[in-house]
């Protein structure tokens, strides 16, 4: 008999989502329930999700579990106490991101709250896991970071859960050989260049925008597609951004690259396949997964030198980055040359990402559930 497993997202954003389909399609011997909130009013969401499930899904929180799996934006602490019975059921908390590590906007410095509702989560947790080392390093420190600004600081069982923490990649599926048939980049060609992130601020608009009038000024045949998530309101620099892509279709007398978030799937992998280099200007990633989906399609990367970035992708795909962007864009600039002039030899090198897929990280998983639940017998 499968065991059960309850799968809580309150705040189910793409990458979040794509977690979840990964675990439910590729770990079929368990019985999954899911139970998702929309990606949307991001401070009620976060606080509020535990009192909008028990009152609207209280039949299906009260089932027999063997295991609750939680993302770190659900309230557990007060949902184990609204419904009782989730209590009795061993829990592991999965951090695909931390509110500590966002860069200055996201959130008024003194709402503290989005911070506090994951460590109340993750206080009441059998077991914490992180997407990714970065992940847990910078939620360690901010945590210890916030225990000083608090009067009476904060309890020393959470630091010694968060140490005892360990990584678990969203598991990606292999796009298979997707470099062996990679031809050398005729000089008179344009190289592609896709940047397939949320089209907001912490994914690094102002250098996005630098890069390209650099390029533009130095007249570099590139062709950008700028494709990714969008929002109601987006940031101005995209203005800056359109007019720069439109001179350089202009000036070489080209098509535009794809402007705009692509709907369809298949057409978006097709184009992943069909871009050279996978581009990020992120001011915060914690595993960089519409990075990884392009290197699996044979994209090669040219991200920060920072971030997550550093556990995966091999130095001569990222640049430096300082407080300055048009100094960072230059860098960026820069190592799109270099890959260029690789690419035009023919030097296509593969961005090994097999710790992300495959049997062993599932397995890991398996593990890690499996031990929960037995513990628990």
């Keep these: 008999m499968r065991k059960r497993l309850l799968l809580l997202s309150a705040y189910d954003a793409p990458s979040h989502a794509y977690w979840r389909h990964q675990l439910r399609n590729q770990l079929t011997e368990f019985e999954w329930t899911e139970l998702c909130l929309p ?16 009152s609207k899904n209280s039949a299906c929180l009260a089932r027999d579990y063997e295991l609750v799996l939680a993302t770190s934006m659900v309230d557990l602490a007060s949902l184990r106490g609204l419904i009782p019975k989730l209590a009795a059921v061993p829990s592991l908390l999965y951090f695909h991101e931390n509110q500590f590590a966002y860069p200055a906007g996201r959130q008024r410095i003194d709402n503290i709250e989005p911070q506090i ?3 109340y989560a993750a206080l009441c947790a059998d077991a914490i896991v992180f997407n990714s080392a970065f992940n847990r390093d910078t939620c360690q420190e901010g945590v210890r970071q916030l225990a000083k600004r608090l009067p009476e600081g904060l309890p020393a069982q959470l630091f010694t859960k968060l140490d005892a923490a360990e990584v678990l990649p969203v598991p990606l599926i292999s796009a298979g050989d997707s470099y062996a048939n990679r031809a050398a980049l005729p000089t008179d060609s ?8 949320r089209w907001e601020y912490d994914k690094g608009i102002e250098l996005l925008a630098h890069i390209i009038e650099q390029v533009k000024q130095a007249g570099l045949r590139y062709r950008f597609h700028i494709v990714g998530q969008q929002f109601r309101h987006r940031p101005e620099a995209f203005e800056e951004i359109d007019r720069h892509l439109e001179e350089i279709s202009a000036f070489f007398d080209m098509p535009r690259g794809n402007f705009g978030y692509i709907q369809d799937a298949h057409r978006y992998q097709k184009l992943l396949a069909s871009c050279h280099v996978v581009l990020s ?3 915060h990633d914690f595993q960089g997964l519409s990075v990884q989906q392009a290197c699996l399609a044979g994209c090669q990367a040219a991200v920060p030198d920072a971030l ?3 556990e995966y992708i091999p130095p001569q795909f990222r640049y430096q980055t300082c407080e300055d962007s ?3 864009a230059t860098a960026a ?9 690789k690419l035009e030899d023919g030097a296509w090198r593969e961005i090994d990402l097999s710790a992300y897929s495959g049997q062993d990280l599932l397995n890991r998983y398996r593990d890690v559930f499996r031990s929960l639940i037995n513990n628990q017998s």
């Design 333 to 341: 600039v820069s190592l799109l040359r270099d890959i260029r002039n």
């Design 281 to 283: 200007t992120a001011k």
């Design 117 to 119: 509702v994951p460590l």
């Design 308 to 310: 997550v970035y550093p």
């Design 190 to 197: 344009p190289m592609e260049i896709v940047w397939n992130h």
């Design 326 to 328: 048009r100094q960072t």
């Design 39 to 54: 990606p949307r009013y991001f401070n009620w969401r976060i606080r509020g999700n535990a009192m909008q499930w028990a």
